[in-house]
């Protein structure tokens, strides 16, 4: 990529990145070309370290002496990383219209997916099962559909979204909280490399090896309600960090599209108290979504066909429902035998069904 001297102006700025975005921000609109400052940092040196201080001055003009920028930009393209400033032409228009973006987006492959149709969605690192299915549920039908799937690459509901989204030859966005280099959590390094080679976006505003921090991931979960027309919460406790990507969608102005759950469960305590208090749409079906977007796309078409069960069979399934039920549970509630159960357990397995996670659990 070729960089214009405003896109090196703000990777410059952006470097020293404990300038903060309100101060880089100031040192940007000094003058109505912030290429200036780049080109003249000795000149304006009153000005700058009246904003930023002089050990932050010295930073910055030791990277314009030493052309450090040139050299960086280099050794991003050669590891395949490309930067996306506030000020290039594919900055992602909806990200521009928050209250801080980013001055800077390392990404990691395709970049074109910033102006694409995008949904974020989001939950609970510690998702249970039913948390697993509406995701995948949802997310199939939503990639299919065309959207993009944004989301955070975090263990749990993350990480089934970009999954899915794979799995049906959608396309997917991470925004991670560390840099591009350092994939957090480290088991997810493959997940973020098949993002890549299947025509995805993995991208961060920090640079490329910065390890993740505790705070980062707050202010990250801005970038992914920004990026996106609506925002999906699947699953979440009251403390959740997808908490915080609620907060932000509201504060921008984006759908919010919320998944109920149980009224004594937990783990969806979070999505029911937002249903509670009237700020997000209750949705039960993809379609429900993509009728906000006037898109049309029936889950027929992702459905499996129809299996023919039995009067028990069906009974069965009742009983087992969206949990994980123990043998003795259904034995008890269906009032079979233990020999018929058995049989009819074994046949909803081989119809596909039901599957038995060990210890007599049995969930659908």
Sequence with gaps: MNYTELEKTYIWISYIEDIGYKKQKMLLDLFDDPTILYK??????????????????????????DKVIEKYIVNLENLGIKVVTLVSNNYPELLKNIDTPPLVLYCKGDISLLNKECISVVGTRRMTRYGSDVTKKFVTVLAKSGLVIVSGLADGIDTVSHKTALEVGGKTIAVLGSGVNHIYPANNTELA???????????????????????HFPIRNRIIAGLSKGVLLCEATLNSGSMHTKQYALDYGRDLFVV???????????????????????????????????????????EQPSVEVTITEQNILDIIGNDD?????????????AKTLMTQLMRLQLKGLIKTSGGNIYSK
């Design 40 to 65: 003249d940092t000795i000149r304006y040196k009153s000005h700058i370290i009246e904003i930023i201080g002089e050990k932050h001055y010295n930073q910055l003009i030791d990277l314009v002496e």
């Design 325 to 337: 039920v123990h043998i003795d549970e259904i034995m008890s509630k269906s009032k079979l035998d």
């Design 260 to 302: 109920p759950g149980r009224i004594n469960d937990i783990y969806s305590a979070g999505c029911n108290a937002i249903l509670r208090d009237l700020q997000g749409a209750m949705v039960l079906e993809p379609n429900d979504i993509l009728k906000v977007y006037h898109k049309d796309f029936s889950t027929k078409n992702v």
């Design 193 to 215: 490399k098949n993002i890549v080679a299947n025509g995805g976006l993995i991208l961060s505003e920090y640079k490329p090896n910065t390890e993740p921090k505790a705070f």
